[in-house]
């Protein structure tokens, strides 16, 4: 099987400019996961989908927003670019039946630069 | 409260055994998790372990839990260079669909 895939793997931005960062789960998973990560603030939630709806929310501004399509496949997207945007957005898939169990896969991450 | 604690470096001579700590607060996690993330790489899941286990091995890799303490270890046997990596420990809060929560990440450096 085909593991999870991230497009762009790199991008560069200036601020105020939005960004959409694409994810291709594994073959018959239904939930996606997105993750920040950063040196300062390491590794954490943004959202997760399953089933094309959001099941859950980290702590982060409206200015980042995710969606799923019906082929599992989902989108970040940030507005309004800043430079603490600065990141390597990973996502990861689970099969998603079993939200409190299931095992996440993660993909090679896309590291955005804010200029 | 949501909180996972790990050192932040070991260093290991190549061959020696290398344990990684971690501690955790939320019981309700039904699977705790170990990822390996390379430099520039995303992060590669290692093993996992079921709250109600105590041990898990995996080849090189063994997982031990105190779930009265909340405390987990990763010990990789004979370590190569090639280990050398940021290893993560993890945990699913039963209150947070699809929310894993991450330690800081513990640096091995493995010398030759």
């Known amino acids: 099987k085909a593991g999870v895939t991230q497009t762009p793997r790199y991008l560069i931005k200036t601020r105020g400019q939005q960004v959409t960062l694409s994810c291709s789960p594994i073959s018959g998973h239904r939930s996606v996961s997105w993750y920040q990560q950063t040196p300062g603030q390491g590794l954490q939630f943004l959202f997760e989908?399953?089933?094309?709806?959001?099941?859950n929310k980290g702590n982060f501004p409206g200015r980042f927003s995710g969606r799923q399509f019906s082929n599992s496949r989902s989108e970040m997207n940030v507005s309004t670019l800043e430079l603490g945007d600065s990141a390597l957005y990973l996502c990861?898939?689970?099969?998603?039946?079993?939200?409190?169990?299931?095992?996440?896969?993660f993909g090679p991450g896309t590291r955005l630069t804010v200029l | 409260g949501e909180d996972v604690e790990q050192s932040l470096f070991l260093s290991v001579r190549e061959g020696d055994s290398s344990v990684i700590n971690c501690t955790y607060t939320?019981?309700?996690?039904?699977?705790l998790y170990w990822y390996k993330q390379e430099p520039g790489a995303g992060l590669q899941l290692l093993t996992y372990?079921?709250?109600?286990?105590d041990m898990k091995q995996d080849q090189r890799l063994t997982v031990l839990l105190n779930k009265k303490d909340k405390h987990l270890s990763l010990r990789i046997a004979d370590t190569q260079t090639g280990d050398s990596a940021i290893y993560f420990c993890?945990?699913?809060?039963?209150?947070?669909?699809?929310?894993?929560?991450f330690g800081q990440g513990t640096t091995l450096q493995v010398k030759p």
């Open positions: 939320d019981s309700s996690s039904t699977y």
């Open positions: 372990i079921f709250s109600n286990m």
């Open positions: 993890a945990e699913i809060p039963a209150s947070n669909t699809g929310k894993l929560i």
């Open positions: 989908y399953f089933s094309e709806t959001q099941r």
């Open positions: 990861a898939s689970s099969p998603g039946l079993a939200a409190y169990t299931d095992t996440q896969y």
